[in-house]
RNA sequence: GGAGACGUGCCCGAGUGGUCCAAGGGAACAGUUUGCAAAACUGUAAAGCCGCCGGUUCAAAUCCGGCCGUCUCCUCCA
């Protein structure tokens, strides 16, 4: 079942087998969110991709340590101001209760969307001794300057010694030199519009500061990420992954700076996930195409016609590639409601059922080249779209044996094992889809609610026994509008909650 | 202006030289079920050639060039 794994690498640029560093062992390094907000939506597709990743490489048998950090330092505004620091002006608060309560709600809203945790989950603050001996190499080394107390990357001499600089990003080097914003920060103490800061002098008014050999300051936004890194998963580890907007210059300069410091590339293989965006624009703030997680998940904005759980939101992600751009839309989101249901639903039915030890017909021989192939084209490039596909097909299998339009006999008891393992696997190990309370009554854990609707179901049943339309169809209206739908099935009524 | 990605049925979205007259989901339509609905299940049909034009090739949605359009990045951004 092992298949060759491949990866879409960016840096690169092509499709590439993977092979790791040490054999059976995987450093993957994601870079995380900076605390100074609400966690966005288009974060949480990011980290959701991710997740899945993370979840695929343990399924097929690596050992990963996943690293993913948290930024609380050094990621400036358009004016210079800290972030954190601008964050917590604001709020009046200490700069590190503003990077507490959206690092909270940050694991809050992963844990909402059922991710798993990152092996280690570093600060930025938590790591200045590291990064102010990453700029000391990267002095020694001689590829930074130190000016006005203030350190920074000499992008020039790096790119003369090393034909490394802009590959990532597909950044020419000629372009880079010849443009740059004007209006950055103590741009005149650079040597090139080009250069970075790797390490600040703060401002009296800058509350985050270290000591440090150059002056008390803090460091640059890129640094974090190549010591911490380099801390955990050492100097050169095997996936390095970021949204597709960190490619420039965050992820450029980090590679810079890794080289700056070590004389070594990072990663060997760079993941980059694509863009969220709402309704075929880019999600803005200022133009009010945006929705956040909270809102999609109460229905809570004039972008969408109902609330969405979670786990909906999870599939309708799912139904893209990571590469790929996805735009959230209110239809796509009632579509993927109806393919996520159909999916778990007959998942439930096929869990429960029994083995009938048919025999090894064409079906059979069908369903196993199905999974096979769900399995391969997950190990191409982590094709969860396609991958979904082929479970599809063979709900339609499952679905076909639930209601008697195809013999259990027709498969082999093996093959329905594997088929259930198959489900289970993708669902619950590689995909973390949890069954949706909200969306399935059978889930449904509040005891009164289950125990009210019991009797207005059987209150309703008494009625349509006497044929009693009016009150049924009663009880049943104002229960839609309650948002609560009742299903008339053959073996009674079972109800969910819109 | 520069760099990158993309443009596939009614919608979303796979497919990156032949097995594609193009996966899967949703919608539509029909049937089963139902007191009637809804939900559910089953089945069917649906892209006149995969933005437009031209080229390479025995063969292209898939490679190359041009054009049009969308999105991202160009030191705020997952």
Same mark, same amino acid.
């Given at each position: 079942?092992?298949?060759?794994?491949?990866?879409?690498?960016?840096?690169?640029?092509?499709?590439?087998?993977?092979?790791?560093?040490?054999?059976?062992?995987?450093?993957?390094?994601?870079?995380?969110?900076?605390?100074?907000?609400?966690?966005?939506?288009?974060?949480?597709?990011?980290?959701?991709?991710?997740?899945?990743?993370?979840?695929?490489?343990?399924?097929?048998?690596? &050992?990963?340590?996943?690293?993913?950090?948290?930024?609380?330092?050094?990621?400036?505004?358009?004016?210079?101001?800290?972030?954190?620091?601008?964050?917590?002006?604001?709020?009046?608060?200490?700069?590190?209760?503003?990077? &507490?309560?959206?690092?909270?709600?940050?694991?809050?809203?992963?844990?909402?969307?059922?991710?798993?945790?990152?092996?280690?989950?570093?600060?930025?603050?938590?790591?200045?001794?590291?990064?102010?001996?990453?700029?000391? &190499?990267?002095?020694?080394?001689?590829?930074?300057?130190?000016?006005?107390?203030?350190?920074?990357?000499?992008?020039?001499?790096?790119?003369?010694?090393?034909?490394?600089?802009?590959?990532?990003?597909?950044?020419? =080097?000629?372009?880079?030199?010849?443009?740059?914003?004007?209006?950055?920060?103590?741009?005149?103490?650079?040597?090139?519009?080009?250069?970075?800061?790797?390490?600040?002098?703060?401002?009296?008014?800058?509350?985050?500061?270290?000591?440090?050999?150059?002056?008390?300051?803090?460091?640059?936004?890129?640094?974090?990420?190549?010591?911490?890194?380099?801390?955990?998963?050492?100097?050169?580890?095997? =996936?390095?992954?970021?949204?597709?907007?960190?490619?420039?210059?965050?992820?450029?300069?980090?590679?810079?700076?890794?080289?700056?410091?070590?004389?070594?590339?990072?990663?060997?293989?760079?993941?980059?996930?694509?863009?969220?965006?709402?309704? /075929?624009?880019?999600?803005?703030?200022?133009?009010?195409?945006?929705?956040?997680?909270?809102?999609?998940?109460?229905?809570?904005?004039?972008?969408?016609?109902?609330?969405?759980?979670?786990?909906?939101?999870?599939?309708?992600?799912?139904?893209?590639?990571? /590469?790929?751009?996805?735009?959230?839309?209110?239809?796509?989101? &009632?579509?993927?409601?109806?393919?996520?249901?159909?999916?778990?639903?007959?998942?439930?039915?096929?869990?429960?059922?029994?083995?009938?030890? /048919?025999?090894?017909?064409?079906?059979?021989?069908?369903?196993?080249?199905?999974?096979?192939?769900?399995?391969?084209?997950?190990?191409?490039?982590?094709?969860?779209?396609?991958?979904?596909?082929?479970?599809?097909?063979?709900?339609?299998?499952?679905?076909?044996?639930?209601?008697?339009?195809?013999?259990?006999?027709?498969?082999?008891?093996?093959?329905?094992?594997?088929?259930?393992?198959?489900?289970?696997?993708?669902?619950?190990?590689?995909?973390?889809?949890?069954?949706?309370?909200?969306?399935?009554?059978?889930?449904?854990?509040?005891?009164?609610?289950?125990?009210?609707?019991?009797?207005?179901?059987?209150?309703?049943?008494?009625?349509?026994?006497?044929?009693?339309?009016?009150?049924?169809?009663?009880?049943?209206?104002?229960?839609?509008?309650?948002?609560?739908?009742?299903?008339?099935?053959?073996?009674?009524?079972?109800?969910?909650?819109?």
């Amino acid at each position: 079942m092992k298949n060759e794994l491949y990866i879409q690498n960016s840096l690169t640029r092509k499709k590439e087998l993977f092979k790791p560093i040490t054999e059976g062992f995987i450093g993957m390094y994601v870079c995380g969110p900076t605390v100074y907000n609400d966690v966005h939506i288009g974060n949480c597709r990011t980290f959701v991709s991710f997740d899945i990743i993370y979840r695929y490489l343990k399924y097929i048998g690596y &050992q990963v340590r996943y690293v993913r950090n948290i930024t609380d330092v050094g990621h400036l505004t358009d004016e210079g101001e800290d972030k954190m620091s601008k964050g917590a002006r604001l709020a009046k608060l200490e700069p590190m209760e503003v990077a &507490q309560k959206y690092t909270v709600g940050f694991h809050d809203m992963m844990r909402i969307f059922n991710t798993q945790a990152p092996n280690i989950e570093p600060r930025a603050t938590g790591h200045i001794i590291e990064q102010i001996e990453m700029v000391q &190499q990267i002095l020694d080394n001689g590829l930074a300057y130190e000016a006005n107390g203030s350190v920074y990357f000499d992008t020039i001499k790096f790119a003369q010694q090393q034909d490394v600089y802009g590959k990532l990003s597909g950044r020419k =080097i000629d372009d880079l030199m010849s443009e740059s914003r004007d209006d950055l920060k103590n741009q005149s103490e650079k040597n090139h519009p080009s250069d970075f800061a790797i390490w600040m002098k703060a401002s009296d008014e800058h509350i985050l500061r270290w000591n440090s050999p150059w002056s008390v300051g803090f460091p640059g936004w890129h640094l974090e990420c190549s010591a911490m890194s380099t801390k955990y998963l050492g100097k050169t580890f095997d =996936i390095h992954g970021g949204g597709n907007d960190l490619k420039f210059p965050h992820h450029e300069n980090e590679v810079a700076q890794n080289h700056g410091a070590c004389g070594c590339h990072p990663a060997n293989y760079w993941i980059h996930t694509n863009m969220l965006e709402m309704n /075929g624009r880019k999600m803005s703030k200022s133009d009010g195409n945006t929705i956040t997680p909270a809102q999609l998940f109460s229905g809570n904005s004039p972008h969408i016609s109902k609330a969405y759980s979670p786990m909906v939101v999870k599939f309708f992600m799912l139904q893209a590639h990571y /590469g790929s751009t996805l735009d959230i839309t209110d239809k796509g989101l &009632q579509d993927a409601e109806k393919g996520y249901r159909k999916l778990m639903e007959a998942n439930a039915l096929l869990q429960k059922m029994e083995s009938s030890n /048919g025999a090894a017909t064409e079906l059979d021989k069908e369903i196993n080249a199905t999974i096979n192939k769900a399995f391969q084209q997950m190990s191409d490039d982590f094709n969860t779209p396609m991958a979904l596909a082929r479970l599809f097909e063979l709900v339609a299998k499952i679905n076909g044996i639930g209601a008697g339009h195809i013999s259990g006999d027709e498969i082999t008891s093996d093959t329905l094992q594997r088929m259930k393992d198959t489900f289970q696997s993708f669902i619950t190990d590689i995909f973390g889809l949890l069954n949706d309370s909200t969306a399935d009554s059978t889930n449904n854990g509040n005891g009164v609610t289950d125990g009210l609707m019991e009797l207005i179901i059987d209150l309703r049943q008494n009625a349509r026994v006497t044929k009693d339309w009016g009150t049924s169809d009663k009880i049943r209206d104002s229960l839609n509008e309650l948002k609560i739908q009742l299903k008339d099935g053959k073996d009674g009524t079972t109800w969910s909650k819109n």
